[in-house]
Nanobody, 115 residues
Framework: QVQLVESGGGLVQAGGSLRLSCAASGRAFSTSTMAWFRQAPGRERELVATISVTGRSISYSDSVKGRFTISRDNAKNTVYLQMDSLKPEDTARYYC????????WGQGTQVTVSS
């Protein structure tokens, strides 16, 4: 069973940066478009960014475009999310998964941005 382990979250002031990592076990990672999602209290989980297997196709939600950068290292089975110019509205728990949400969710990593 593929496991997803997210890390790198924390408390940061508005305008700051964080780099999230998601390590995946199993073969599914290297053959799947991967994505980062986030969920704020009382809100549905939303798609933040996606990256294709080769990394050549990347997309972002409008709310993070220009501030976040997704990348992946297939040799390490790891996907990253570099988050710059953070805003209080970025506060949420961040998760990774395949774009189709086909893997069991990990515990996520909490990102809190203070104003």
């Amino acid at each position: 069973q593929v496991q997803l382990v997210e890390s790198g979250g924390g408390l940061v002031q508005a305008g700051g940066s964080l780099r999230l990592s998601c390590a995946a076990s199993g073969r599914a990672f290297s053959t799947s478009t991967m994505a980062w999602f986030r969920q704020a209290p009382g809100r549905e989980r939303e798609l933040v960014a996606t990256i294709s297997v080769t990394g050549r196709s990347i997309s972002y939600s409008d709310s993070v475009k220009g501030r976040f950068t997704i990348s992946r290292d297939n040799a390490k089975n790891t996907v990253y999310l570099q988050m710059d110019s953070l805003k209080p509205e970025d506060t949420a728990r961040y998760y990774c998964n395949t774009l189709l949400r086909s893997l069991t969710w990990g515990q996520g990593t909490q990102v809190t941005v203070s104003s």
